[in-house]
C-alpha cells in the first residue's frame, strides 16, 4: 500500500513556475514508477509526466515538454514536478501516482493522492 499526498500548487502568473511535491507513505516507494496527471475542469484526467523507479527514464506529454521536469528522490520518498513558463492552459488540479511501469494511461497506476490546486492567471 502507497499513500501519496501532493503540495506545491497555488495561483501563479504566466511565465512563471511552480514545483509541486508528491510525498508518499511505504517502504516501497523506490520500487514504483510514478506520474503526474492533471484535471481541468470539464476534462478528462491526462497524462503530463512520468518516471521510471530509479530516475533514469522519463516521459512527458508534448503539451509540457522543455517546460516541465520530473524528477524523484528516493531516499526521501518524494517526486517532484518542476513547472516553468507556465500557460494558463496548464490551469487543472495535479495528481500524482503510483504504479509498476512508467506509463501515460491512468490505469497503468495503482495508487493515487487527492491532488493540487495550479491556478495561471493570464
Known amino acids: 500500500q502507497v499513500q501519496l499526498v501532493e503540495s506545491g500548487g497555488g495561483l501563479v502568473q504566466a511565465g512563471g513556475s511552480l514545483r509541486l511535491s508528491c510525498a508518499a507513505s511505504?517502504?516501497?516507494?523506490?520500487?514504483?514508477?510514478m506520474g503526474w496527471f492533471r484535471q481541468a475542469p470539464g476534462k478528462e484526467r491526462e497524462f503530463v509526466a512520468a518516471?521510471?523507479?530509479?530516475?533514469?527514464?522519463?516521459y512527458y506529454a508534448d503539451s509540457v515538454k522543455g517546460r516541465f521536469t520530473i524528477s524523484r528522490d528516493n531516499a526521501k520518498n518524494t517526486v517532484y514536478l518542476q513547472m516553468n513558463s507556465l500557460k494558463p492552459e496548464d490551469t487543472a488540479v495535479y495528481y500524482c501516482a503510483a504504479g509498476r511501469n512508467i506509463a501515460a494511461i491512468r490505469n497503468d497506476y495503482d495508487y493515487w493522492g487527492q491532488g493540487t490546486q495550479v491556478t495561471v492567471s493570464s
Open positions: 511505504g517502504r516501497t516507494f523506490s520500487s514504483y514508477a
Open positions: 518516471i521510471s523507479w530509479s530516475g533514469g527514464s522519463t
